[in-house]
């Protein structure tokens, strides 16, 4: 586990769990805190990242280029341990590298045997927390991915409420993405205007719109006291918003692919579905950045 406390953030990284940030607060407010009984149920918690299949597949299979492999629910790369390869304060910004270099010496490998090196970068600036991932192909094949994040977003005070300029979401039966995409306007659907979370009942995928800009702002949250702008490169083309009844927690999770993204490219529903493809020896990256105000 990593501690820190810089500027007006205070942070926990638990860095053999998949990089998870179980603990974020700035200034006096608590943004997220771990849900250890989830933790020990092996359900989601604090903020996971989700590589390379975020959210669900299908029957937890998927197909890609006529092989079919088996998946696992938010990937593969949610609980492994990272090797932390910077640590340190710098100019102006505080800066947490883990690597994982992913082979056939994981017992998981069959189940997506695409050699790579993911990369996570956590760097806090004065008003700022930014996320960023990097993924190297050194494998032979084409490596296909989607990458996104899990927050979970405090809300004990039932005071937060949440927006989002998204225009379209993608329709699901059972929690799956179909491919089919239907407008927003006038439905409950609607984000365009801050909305109370206690109010919603949403666990739904919002498809934003090609944005040119190398950061946009995706989603933005007001607590009574408090606002967090989220905004990230545009690989994250999907917002999921998961609003759970009877819980003091929400999410609002950047991705950069649908849910079962991997299924919904191999029946032709390629743009839509998100998966991202990186060549041999390339590398790609994204950001998200959590900006905060009072």
Same mark, same amino acid.
């Given at each position: ?11 926990? /990284? ?5 990089? +998870? *940030?179980?603990?974020? $607060? ?5 943004? =997220?805190?771990?849900? &250890? ?92 927390? /930014? ?5 190297? +192909? *050194?494998?032979?094949? $084409? ?5 996104? =994040?899990?927050?979970? &977003? ?141």
């Amino acid at each position: 586990m990593i501690h820190i406390e810089y500027l007006d953030f205070i942070m926990d /990284i638990n860095v053999d769990d998949g990089m +998870n *940030i179980s603990y974020l $607060s700035w200034k006096t407010k608590t943004l =997220i805190k771990g849900d &250890f009984q989830r933790q020990s149920q092996g359900h989601t918690y604090g903020m996971p990242l989700m590589f390379p299949t975020p959210n669900r597949t299908r029957n937890n299979r998927y197909r890609y280029k006529g092989k079919e492999y088996a998946a696992k629910m938010h990937g593969l790369f949610r609980n492994l341990p990272f090797m932390i390869v910077h640590n340190s304060e710098g100019a102006g910004d505080y800066r947490v590298t883990g690597a994982l270099k992913w082979d056939a010496s994981y017992e998981e490998f069959e189940k997506y045997p695409f050699e790579c090196i993911l990369k996570i970068h956590i760097i806090i600036q004065l008003d700022r927390l /930014i996320y960023q991932y990097e993924i190297t +192909n *050194i494998g032979e094949a $084409s490596l296909p991915y989607g990458f996104g =994040i899990h927050p979970f &977003f405090e809300n004990q005070r039932g005071d937060a409420k949440i927006m989002t300029e998204a225009k379209k979401i993608l329709e699901s039966q059972n929690s799956i993405n179909t491919g089919e995409i239907q407008e927003v306007k006038k439905t409950d659907y609607d984000l365009s205007r801050f909305k109370p979370v206690s109010a919603l009942k949403l666990d739904t995928v919002y498809m934003m719109e090609n944005n040119r800009e190398k950061l946009f702002e995706v989603a933005v949250i007001q607590w009574d006291d408090y606002q967090l702008s989220m905004r990230c490169s545009n690989d994250f083309s999907y917002l999921v918003v998961y609003t759970p009844e009877n819980y003091d927690k929400f999410c609002i999770e950047p991705q950069t692919c649908s849910i079962d993204a991997f299924n919904l490219y191999d029946k032709g529903y390629k743009e839509v579905s998100g998966v991202q493809e990186v060549g041999k020896n390339e590398t790609k990256s994204g950001t998200i950045q959590f900006i905060l105000s009072k």
